[in-house]
């Protein structure tokens, strides 16, 4: 089955050529004669014909290109880039004579209008395959794809969106480096690169364990776009996958130094800050569910006829070992949580309104919290699991003060209603935390 997508009206207009034309080149009103009968081998050779009588002018290319492109519409997807290849060279070089001797025939007019169609439809023919998420698309959708943006990026090679999405797919596809000098192309070659491309090849530089090519990257963004607090966050957060703590906050330091009262710099360390604690509670949770599993593996040695006592002992000695290494890493998240609060804080000075700034505190308060709950359910000593018990309550009250603020400011952000609706119930504040459930949608 033949494929014709271009418009009926490139067919229709040849059809009136032969009418009106009277007096025309005879090679060009065979090509236009063969181009209606769909006969696109006797266009090229007519074509020829032309350029060889007449090569200074522009009819010749521009119906040897038309007829290119009209055989790559009946090949597969796959099939195509060639006919596309010298289409797009024979339509070139016909608009550089049209321009050149200032013509203004209705081929002239059309030409452009010929390689946006074309593109058109192999992008669009690209998107359609495409699940919303490209990486979750099915692999054989992600070829189609692939081939069709090819095609496009072929066919109009100054496309930036159809290289992008090339990008995209390839990525989804495991084509990496492909990936990689794709949008390195449009950077460097095309110079036609902005913020997305330097993320998106900072991104596929990180997810190649180069992280120290996407942070030189970055750091050349930065320089093109001096005011974009993401790039910024970029840079810190590829310090911090580096494990390079001290250069990740030294970086989002620069934007408080160079404007201390913008609350948004502030709020933009502290995320970076409050990253770093994140990571470290992680670590102390799977730090305390080895305590858990060691205390109750020493009960059970105990437990066991003729239990061996220094075995228990050493048994003991590495769990303890393991508890105080745990609440320095606690200590550790402390400092860095109060890094972060302190700019919270000032950034409140200067934005008391600023709903992140508030939702952002009530995180950290509720996870400081959280921790002491953690500390509190691995001790035995009941004086001290009252005192965590305690604190991790004071910490909890600390958080609702802000998380109440953010739903103000937010009314319908679902996920200020169910932090609230958290920490009520955690708090024991029944009615509270039944205002907060219902308005949280859970």
């Known amino acids: 089955m033949k494929i014709h997508y271009f418009p009926q009206a490139l067919i229709a207009l040849a059809m009136m050529f032969l009418v009106w034309s009277c007096g025309a080149d005879p090679n060009i009103e065979s090509a236009r004669l063969a181009l209606v009968q769909q006969d696109f081998e006797e266009v090229i050779k007519a074509a020829d014909a032309a350029i060889q009588a007449n090569p200074e002018s522009g009819d010749g290319y521009y119906y040897k290109g038309v007829a290119y492109a009209s055989m790559a519409a009946e090949k597969p997807a796959d099939q195509r880039v060639d006919d596309y290849s010298q289409a797009r060279k024979f339509l070139i070089e016909a608009r550089k004579r049209y321009e050149e001797q200032e013509v203004t025939s ?58 992008n999405l090339l990008a995209e797919v390839n ?53 093109i776009y001096p005011d974009e607090i993401e790039i910024v966050q970029e840079i810190a ?37 409050y990253q770093l604690v994140q990571e470290i509670d992680d670590q102390i949770r799977v730090m305390h569910d080895e305590v858990y599993d060691m205390s109750r593996e020493i009960r059970q040695k105990a437990r066991e006829p003729g239990a061996n006592q220094q075995e228990i002992e050493r048994m003991i000695e590495e769990m303890e070992a393991k508890q105080a290494e745990a609440n320095e890493m606690i200590n550790e998240s402390f400092r860095f949580s109060d890094m972060a609060k302190e700019e919270l804080l000032l950034a409140l000075e200067s934005d008391p309104d600023n709903v992140d700034v508030h939702a952002t505190l009530g995180i950290v308060f509720q996870n400081r919290g959280a921790l002491m709950q953690d500390k509190r359910n691995m001790t035995e000593d009941m004086d001290e699991a009252e005192k965590f018990d305690r ?37 024991g504040m029944t009615e509270e935390a039944e205002r907060a459930q219902e308005r949280s949608g859970l």
């Open 171 to 223: 990525f989804a596809l495991g084509n990496y480096e492909e990936a990689e000098e794709i949008t390195r192309s449009i950077i460097y070659e095309m110079e036609m690169g902005d913020l997305y491309n330097y993320y998106r090849l900072a991104f596929f530089l990180i997810e190649n364990q180069r992280d120290d090519e996407a942070i030189a990257l970055l750091l050349e963004a930065r320089d």
């Open 237 to 273: 957060n590829a310090y911090l996958r580096s494990g390079k703590t001290d250069e990740a906050l030294e970086v989002v330091q620069e934007l408080i130094e160079r404007d201390p009262e913008n609350p948004q710099y502030r709020l933009v360390y502290a995320t970076q800050v």
């Open 106 to 163: 209705n081929e002239a007019r059309n030409l452009n209008e010929i390689l946006v169609e074309t593109w058109g439809y192999e992008h669009n023919m690209g998107v359609q395959p495409l699940s919303d998420d490209i990486i979750s698309s099915p692999e054989d959708s992600l070829m189609l794809s692939r081939h069709h943006f090819i095609n496009a990026t072929t066919i109009n090679p100054d496309s930036v969106l159809s290289f």
């Open 391 to 427: 604190q991790a309550r004071e910490y909890l009250e600390m958080s609702i003060p802000h998380y109440e603020k953010a739903a103000e400011l937010e009314p319908d952000n679902l996920e200020h209603w169910r932090s609230l609706f958290r920490v009520y119930t955690n708090l």
